[in-house]
């Protein structure tokens, strides 16, 4: 995919995931400042663009905090999604357990999608 096509598909996912999530960090409620997260990396191509992979965060809890963040305490933040988003958990879990097939086209942008 060229460049230009890959960054706009990105800024659609990271739009659709923000508004999905009502523009703010779904931790603490922070508006300013927010990052579309990707829950599985997006060098899994089958799930770059997938809804369920991603989670709006604010800059703390995305990659500064050290109490709930994917990046500075992952194990915090598993807790954490088990307890406020355990549906999309589990969507994300299925992929991994399926060895990250999807049924989906790469780029398709599921209308729903868990909001616990």
Request: with cysteine.
């Given at each position: 995919?060229?460049?230009?096509?890959?960054?706009?598909?990105?800024?659609?996912?990271?739009?659709?995931?923000r508004n999905r999530d009502d523009n703010q960090c779904v931790?603490?409620?922070?508006?300013?400042?927010?990052?579309?997260?990707?829950?599985?990396p997006i060098?899994?191509?089958?799930?770059?663009?997938?809804?369920?992979?991603?989670?709006?965060?604010c800059a703390k809890h995305h990659k500064w905090g050290n109490e709930i963040s994917p990046h500075k305490n992952p194990m915090a933040f598993m807790v954490w999604m088990e307890e406020n988003r355990p549906k999309q958990l589990e969507k994300i879990r299925q992929?991994?357990?399926?060895?990250?097939?999807?049924?989906?086209e790469t780029r398709q942008m599921a209308t729903t999608s868990p909001r616990d």
């Amino acid at each position: 995919m060229p460049p230009t096509k890959r960054n706009k598909d990105d800024r659609a996912w990271s739009k659709a995931i923000r508004n999905r999530d009502d523009n703010q960090c779904v931790i603490c409620g922070e508006k300013k400042y927010i990052n579309a997260h990707h829950l599985i990396p997006i060098e899994i191509k089958s799930l770059r663009f997938n809804m369920n992979n991603g989670i709006t965060l604010c800059a703390k809890h995305h990659k500064w905090g050290n109490e709930i963040s994917p990046h500075k305490n992952p194990m915090a933040f598993m807790v954490w999604m088990e307890e406020n988003r355990p549906k999309q958990l589990e969507k994300i879990r299925q992929f991994v357990k399926n060895g990250y097939e999807t049924r989906y086209e790469t780029r398709q942008m599921a209308t729903t999608s868990p909001r616990d």
